[in-house]
């Protein structure tokens, strides 16, 4: 344990500086050093000050912030005091950064290599030959399709998962002594997000690079990290190994960090609904975009679809981006009439189109839609929102009307104050509780669910799933709960449908689904679900590679 | 504690308390209250000035538009003196007195315009921007090609065909600024009817005149006003524009732009130039004070409207 | 990527043809038809009736723009109402050269200066510069030409003591320096007249890339400030930087009319000012569609500018 120190902060603090001149801290008084060959984890939720910190080991603050107190050093050096040409030279050459999306961070001007090789050619590194060569070497370590002329190509012409790849060659083509990888694997789908985290860790393991790795991901963290830095608000919680922190948390934030992680259920959940009772039934529904109403669409999304949704039940639907999951919550609500098939609402059919269903039709159905900050308008208050499908449905006003609305916050857990509020007070978690009491609101029989915990941090999605247990339990609705994320899915799920490409691939109980034998792409989803312990990664390699192989031959991807 | 903190390869953990729950940290905390700059304070109070003078001016005017005020002693562009403060202009009038005349004239017509301009973009472009696909093209198309003639060429057909008035003045300002707005409301009006609240709203099963008036309406008032101001400047100087190549308000109405044509003979005979140059000065200063506030307001809320056409 | 250009254009051809028609119709709602004003109130019914049919003012009112589009197109203007029997066409000659010397002139000198001047400001956000700067334009954009342009003329002539307020007699047979002082005036006001608008526009286009996080990423590379302007910037600046300069190009066409009406200079713009207040309409539809097809041309260019800017459109997949 005595290698050599790469990076330290020493009582950093950052306050970031209001239009008015008041400063606000956002980073408190931080210690933390990364060693040589060593990955430190900064882990938190959004507002935890992880990125301002792994910014200011470059030099650099984000417009509008501005280091107060403390250092940080690299080699020993104070980055606080250096000039911009100073820093100019360590940036790219001993420190390089990579951000959490690709997409924006590539020049769409630039071809690909140009910007991969430009920072070791400036800084002198390498001559602009030896840098060709050199990233040609590291596309082939990073598993990158047709290594030799990839390069060659402009940033929209390759796919977001090689584009994040690019950059990390991007980041190491320098040869730095410190990577800070800034969530380098959130916006991608989680199939292709093991595939980078695995090249990443090979690169870094190869190079012996240190690495600052920012996430708010325990279980991707667990993978890749040695050390942990645990944030909260600016503030550091816990600080210790990966594999102490992961088996031995002791702060209660760490905990429920941990808590919030849910690993996959045990096969064996016992159903509770009632089979009989059919709430929604999905009879060879088709649908997709494009030409005229009720004429078969330019583009078919979805492909003759059956299913079943029991009174109380909740039906999980689970696919990547594309699988045509959201298409059919919006199939099911009218917004996208289909062209073939029928849906029945309590064994009456209803109208595909949402404008030829009566009012108490609509009723039964309610959305909730997956970001509550554009589902709710902003220029209403909490009461207008709430009290609106009262009086639309249910011809509640006035006096009756409030008392209703306060006893629907109290329902979502949410203080009464906040019936004259408006939703730029609120926060992300809030807001989402005001967009599902809503839909409570109308007294609804079907809740359709599009992946409403996606866009919040995980202690909150964690919230709102058990919040959506609990209005489960209590009200007796039923769920069309629809999600990319399956261990969220089988959590709150009684059964799950498993969508891919436009069908259903495998539908069923949680359990019958997740016990083997299963269809590959839902052993591929299974086999993707991060686990939180060390050295998951490689087990899960194997799994994957068997079940893309399957998938491949039977649908030829 | 501290050396903990200190020490890396001791496990840390920071002091807490039971009571602490760790909540959800709230989203970036609001920048402070939205407060004027200088120039936009000094905008402020120079359209105030303006709009009083627009009102009040022919009250508190010396002279009526067209009374000399030394009729004994004509002779045209005289210099300030005690009785006519800023001089006489090409036919001995008073230059001041027009000016407070010319202010109601410009101001109000402009102000008129404008207003015709907005009802009509604001109805057709939100009323587009639902309707739908048929409607929509049609009205775009048609939008689109108003917009292909320059505002001045506009302007001279229309007199060209119907001769000069000041209500022909008013509607043909309101006619030709209807497309920029139209174009505004509908870009807008797209915006937000995309927006996940306005389809839960359909969802609910709303008509259409909840979504326009309680979902639509509200988003789409606050960037509509913000860029009255700016479009207020355009026809100012159209309307000033026009008069001053003598098709707007006819003589011997005073007005600001015609104020500056009249009296171009000034330039020529090397006189005093402050005939043009109040005029001229007049109307540079409502603009500019108007554009002054608008930077400032369009500044703080993050982005020019106008950059979105 | 040829589609969307040929799409372009074709809007573009449809876009003037709609605009022929408003100036068509407009022009056509003048009171009294071209041989009543031809031929004065004595005029007999018979002789009115042959004009007519020889000018083919008894077609059909879709005919009659047919036959008026199709000469126009040809290049054959008609002749003057107002000037006795002047072709339109020599009117046009004698004067084009004098609008054109300046909108050029104007473009060669004005545009790069003010482009230069937009680029330093978005260089140094928030520097004195970059205030003086944009403080001087949210003045200037606001304010009228004539108001522009007696500044100048306050500045140059009496200040300066060079030039002339007013701008007389033609350039044939003046040297360099009358030349000088000829021009100097109207050049200049147009010259600021647009880079305020220019600059403004300049800098709020490379600021806008400027912030981009690609930019914020280069200067994470180490590059330097000069390659991160020159090349990661201005190389995704330019597509709208050109669209900039070609809708104030656009502009300086409607510029043009007040300040050579207010310099009393010989163009095509006083010309048609001069149309339209002796009504005479054949002059003002031929002009009007001059300068519009200028202007939609313009736009045009604008448009595609940005649409050929795009490295997406132009190494698709």
Not at chain 1, 227 to 246: F, H, M, P
Not at chain 1, 263 to 291: C, E, H, R
Not at chain 1, 516 to 529: A, K, Q
Not at chain 3, 143 to 163: N, Q, R, S, Y
Request: charged share 20%.
């Amino acid at each position: 344990m005595n290698k050599k120190v790469v990076f330290e902060a020493k009582n950093l603090c950052i306050n970031a500086v209001r239009d008015d001149g008041s400063e606000l801290p956002i980073v408190k008084d931080i210690n933390f050093q990364v060693r040589e060959g060593e990955v430190v984890a900064l882990i938190g939720e959004s507002g935890s000050g992880k990125t301002t910190i792994a910014l200011s080991s470059l030099g650099y603050c984000k417009p509008g912030l501005k280091i107060s107190n403390g250092q940080t050093t690299l080699f020993n050096q104070d980055l606080t005091t250096m000039n911009i040409e100073e820093l100019r030279q360590i940036r790219g050459e001993k420190v390089a950064y990579l951000a959490q999306s690709a997409i924006a961070t590539f020049n769409p001007a630039l071809k690909i290599n140009e910007q991969v090789t430009e920072s070791a050619v400036i800084h002198g590194s390498k001559t602009q030959i030896e840098a060709n060569e050199f990233a040609k070497g590291l596309y082939h370590s990073l598993d990158l399709p047709n290594p030799e002329h990839i390069g060659e190509r402009y940033p929209h012409q390759v796919s977001g998962g090689q584009l994040q790849r690019l950059m990390a060659a991007m980041a190491l083509c320098g040869e730095p002594s410190l990577l800070v990888l800034d969530e380098p694997t959130t916006a991608l789908d989680v199939t292709t997000q093991i595939e980078v985290l695995k090249a990443f860790k090979k690169v870094i393991r190869e190079r012996g690079a240190a690495a600052i790795y920012v996430t708010h991901d325990l279980a991707v963290v667990a993978q890749i990290a040695d050390r942990i830095v645990v944030l909260y608000s600016g503030d550091i919680q816990e600080k210790g190994s990966a594999n102490e922190v992961i088996s031995k948390p002791r702060h209660p934030y760490t905990k429920r960090l941990m808590q919030a992680v849910r690993p996959l259920p045990a096969a064996g959940k016992k159903t509770k609904a009632n089979k009989t009772d059919k709430v929604i039934q999905i009879k060879g529904v088709s649908a997709g975009y494009g030409g005229d109403v009720m004429s078969k669409p330019k583009e078919v999304i979805l492909k003759d679809i059956n299913l079943e949704l029991s009174r109380g039940e909740v039906l999980g639907v689970i696919g990547e981006s594309g699988s045509g999951k959201s298409t059919l919550a919006r199939v099911i609500a009218g917004l996208l009439p289909s062209f073939k098939g029928e849906i029945l609402l309590d064994g009456e059919k209803l109208k595909p189109r949402l404008e030829d269903r009566p009012r108490s039709e609509l009723r039964k159905i309610q959305f909730v839609y997956q970001m509550a900050d554009t589902a709710i308008n902003p220029k209403q208050t909490i009461g207008n929102i709430l009290g609106r499908p009262l009086e639309f449905y249910l011809n509640i006003y006035g006096n009756k009307q409030k008392e209703r609305v306060l006893e629907l916050l109290d329902m979502v857990e949410l203080p009464k104050e906040f019936y004259t509020r408006y939703p730029h007070e609120l926060s992300g978690g809030q807001k989402q509780r005001i967009n599902l009491a809503r839909a409570l609101a109308a007294e609804p029989e079907v809740l359709l669910c599009d992946e409403v915990t996606s866009a919040l941090d995980s202690i909150v999605g964690a919230n709102v799933i058990d919040l959506l247990r609990g209005l489960r339990k209590n009200l007796g609705v039923s769920f069309v709960f629809i999600s990319h994320d399956l261990s969220t899915v089988s959590a709150f799920a009684d059964s799950i449908a498993v969508m891919y490409k436009g069908i259903i691939a495998e539908t069923g109980s949680v359990h019958k689904v997740l016990s083997p034998p299963s269809h590959p792409y839902t052993d591929l989803l299974i086999s993707s679900v991060p686990e939180l312990r060390v050295g998951w990664l490689e087990d899960a390699d194997k799994n994957i590679q068997k079940a893309k192989t399957l998938l491949e031959k039977e649908y030829i991807i | 504690m501290i050396s903990d903190k200190n020490n890396e390869d001791k496990h840390f953990v920071a002091p807490y308390s039971k009571e602490v729950s760790f909540d959800e940290l709230q989203d970036a905390p609001p920048s402070g209250k939205f407060r004027l700059s200088i120039t936009g304070k000094l905008g402020v109070i120079v359209v105030a000035f303006w709009l009083f003078v627009a009102v009040f001016g022919q009250f508190l005017a010396p002279y009526e538009e067209n009374d000399l005020p030394f009729p004994d002693d004509y002779s045209e562009f005289q210099k300030p003196r005690a009785g006519a403060w800023l001089g006489t202009d090409v036919d001995d009038r008073d230059i001041l007195s027009r000016i407070m005349y010319g202010a109601g004239r410009t101001i109000g017509i402009s102000l008129a315009g404008v207003l015709i301009a907005y009802v009509i973009g604001v109805t057709l472009g939100i009323g587009s921007s639902i309707a739908g696909s048929r409607i929509d093209q049609i009205l775009t198309q048609f939008f689109n090609i108003m917009l292909a003639i320059p505002t001045i060429m506009f302007g001279l057909v229309v007199v060209a065909a119907v001769g000069s008035s000041i209500p022909v003045l008013i509607i043909t300002a309101g006619a030709i600024f209807s497309p920029v707005v139209f174009r505004l409301s509908r870009a807008l009006g797209m915006e937000i009817m995309v927006m996940d609240f306005v389809e839960a709203a359909k969802v609910r099963g709303e008509g259409y005149r909840w979504i326009i008036f309680k979902e639509i309406w509200p988003n789409a008032a606050m960037p509509l006003i913000s860029d009255f101001g700016l479009r207020f400047i355009y026809v100012i100087l159209f309307v000033s524009s026009l008069s001053f190549l003598g098709l707007g308000v006819q003589p011997p109405l005073a007005d600001w732009g015609s104020m500056v044509r009249e009296n171009l003979g000034a330039l020529q005979y090397g006189e005093s130039v402050i005939p043009i140059l109040a005029p001229a000065i007049a109307i540079a200063s409502l603009t500019v004070a108007i554009n002054l506030i608008v930077d400032d307001v369009s500044a703080h809320a993050g982005g020019k409207l106008s950059g979105r056409l | 990527m040829y589609r969307i250009i040929l799409t372009k254009i074709g809007a573009g051809l449809l876009t003037t043809l709609g605009v022929s028609i408003v100036i068509f119709l407009g022009t056509n709602a003048l009171p009294g038809d071209a041989a009543q004003i031809r031929l004065g109130q004595a005029a007999t019914e018979d002789s009115l009736k042959a004009l007519r049919e020889e000018l083919g003012l008894n077609l059909p009112l879709y005919q009659q723009y047919f036959r008026w589009l199709f000469n126009f197109v040809q290049g054959e203007f008609g002749t003057s109402l107002a000037s006795g029997n002047v072709t339109i066409a020599q009117l046009i000659s004698d004067r084009y050269e004098n609008t054109l010397i300046v909108s050029s002139l104007t473009a060669m000198i004005g545009v790069p200066i003010s482009v230069g001047l937009g680029i330093i400001a978005a260089m140094f956000p928030g520097s004195i510069y970059d205030r003086f700067l944009t403080l001087g334009s949210v003045t200037l954009v606001a304010a009228p030409e004539f108001f522009t342009a007696t500044l100048m003329v306050l500045f140059v002539v009496f200040f300066l003591g060079i030039g002339n307020a007013v701008v007389v007699g033609s350039i044939d047979d003046k040297n360099l320096a009358e030349l000088i002082t000829h021009f100097i005036l109207p050049i200049a006001t147009l010259c600021l007249v647009i880079a305020a608008q220019l600059i403004r526009m300049t800098r709020a286009a490379v600021l806008n890339v400027m912030n981009s996080p690609y930019i914020e990423m280069a200067i994470l590379k180490g590059i330097p400030r000069r390659r991160v302007v020159m090349r990661h910037a201005l190389l995704n600046a330019i597509g709208p930087i050109v669209n900039v300069i070609a809708i104030n190009l656009a502009y300086v066409v409607t510029g043009v009319i007040v300040i050579e009406v207010y310099f009393g200079y010989a163009g095509l713009a006083t010309l048609i000012v001069q149309g339209v207040q002796t009504r005479d309409y054949i002059l003002i539809q031929t002009l009007g569609m001059i300068f519009c097809a200028t202007y939609v041309i313009l736009m045009m260019i604008a448009d595609l500018s940005s649409i050929l800017s795009n490295p997406r459109l132009r190494h698709p997949k």
